[in-house]
Nanobody, 121 residues
Framework: QARLVESGGGLVQAGGSLRLSCAAS????????MGWYRQAPGKQRELVAA???????NYADSVKGRFTISRDNAKRTVYLQMNSLKPEDTAVYYC???????????????WGQGTLVTVSS
């Protein structure tokens, strides 16, 4: 069974940086796309950044030029480097992975538990 565990959230001042990590554990599956979503209080969950198994990336317009997504396929880990943070980046950040179950090649979407990022002004 696939499981995602995030780390790296916390409190930072505006203009600061944080790096989030998300590691996949379990066996019997492979991972295709991975991504980071966030949900601010009173708002819907939104895509922040995504990366394919081949390394192609996609970013929300609000974070382009400030955030960088990367992954280490050998470690089954995805990272989100967040620079020049703004108070409006405050949210719970969730890791997401599209996995392929090797037993029957079915597709599943897996979510992490979330990590809180708070940016103070």
């Amino acid at each position: 069974q696939a499981r995602l565990v995030e780390s790296g959230g916390g409190l930072v001042q505006a203009g600061g940086s944080l790096r989030l990590s998300c590691a996949a554990s379990g066996s019997g599956f492979s991972i295709s796309a991975m991504g980071w979503y966030r949900q601010a209080p009173g708002k819907q969950r939104e895509l922040v950044a995504a990366i394919t198994s081949g390394g192609a990336t996609n970013y929300a317009d609000s974070v382009k030029g400030r955030f960088t997504i990367s992954r280490d396929n050998a470690k089954r880990t995805v990272y989100l480097q967040m620079n020049s943070l703004k108070p409006e980046d405050t949210a719970v950040y969730y890791c997401n992975a599209d996995i392929i179950v090797l037993l029957d090649y079915s597709d599943l979407e897996v979510w992490g538990q979330g990590t809180l990022v708070t940016v103070s002004s």
